[in-house]
């Protein structure tokens, strides 16, 4: 498709479960960054990646939070022993890299996860 | 610290102009943006300003930046019901496509017929 991609659109997983949700960015697009946004709030961001690697993970909550992009493409965020608080829509957006760039960002639709 | 902030609420008329507020902490910021989130739907971009620039117009929607008091406003002329949306002001601190970009909390534009 011509848009970012997310899936599940909506996980409903027990408390301590494990949850590992997919992005699939815009073609071309070598910036990929997770957003985190809770009820009544604005996205917050978790994590950059450039290319295959974080260029930034300072966002990250704490080490249940996970994020990889192995071909530079896709890209998996996951989180361990998942929490009530954790629920929230997870969002993902692509943007390329290239001179001059404005820094727009394409957000998908978001993941919803709901921890029981 | 990064903080930017927006009121809540804004309830105009159809046709009325609407006039969305932010304000802003840090001064090194490059971009400003503001973004538009329908329900169930992502956030799109709506018009973004630089900031050596002091005013972008695009069609209907008009930004102005005052850099000095660091507010950043939207202002959207005759406002249509299918505006209805909630508005974030983002600030990008490091320029260019390092999107590390801080929202507000967002203002919910509600336009009655």
């Known amino acids: 498709g011509a848009g970012v991609s997310q899936t599940p659109s909506n996980k409903v997983t027990e408390k301590g479960k494990y949850v590992e949700l997919r992005c699939d960015p815009i073609?071309?697009?070598?910036?990929l960054y997770w957003y985190r946004q809770s009820l009544g709030q604005g996205p917050e961001f978790l994590i950059y990646?450039?290319?295959?690697?974080?260029?930034?993970d300072s966002g990250l909550p704490n080490d249940r939070f996970f994020a990889v992009r192995p071909e530079g493409s896709v890209s998996t965020l996951k989180i361990q022993r998942t929490e009530r608080g954790d629920s929230a829509v997870y969002l993902c957006?692509?943007?390329?890299?290239?001179?001059?760039?404005?820094?727009?960002?394409?957000f998908g639709e978001g993941s919803r996860l709901t921890v029981l | 610290g990064e903080d930017v902030e927006q009121s809540l609420f804004l309830s105009v008329r159809e046709g009325d102009s609407s006039v969305i507020n932010c304000t802003y902490t840090?001064?090194?910021?490059?971009?400003l943006y503001w973004y538009k989130q329908e329900p169930g739907a992502g956030l799109q971009l709506l018009t973004y300003?630089?900031?050596?620039?002091d005013m972008k117009q695009d069609q209907r929607l008009t930004v102005l930046l005052n850099k000095k008091d660091k507010h950043l406003s939207l202002r959207i002329a005759d406002t249509q019901t299918g505006d209805s949306a909630i508005y974030f002001c983002?600030?990008?601190?490091?320029?260019?496509?390092?999107?590390?970009?801080?929202f507000g909390k967002g203002t919910k534009l509600s336009v009655k017929p």
């Open positions: 983002a600030e990008n601190l490091y320029g260019g496509s390092q999107g590390n970009l801080i």
């Open positions: 840090d001064s090194s910021s490059t971009y």
């Open positions: 300003i630089f900031s050596n620039m």
């Open positions: 957006a692509s943007s390329l890299q290239a001179g001059g760039n404005t820094g727009e960002l394409f």
């Open positions: 990646f450039q290319g295959t690697g974080a260029a930034d």
């Open positions: 073609s071309g697009h070598t910036a």
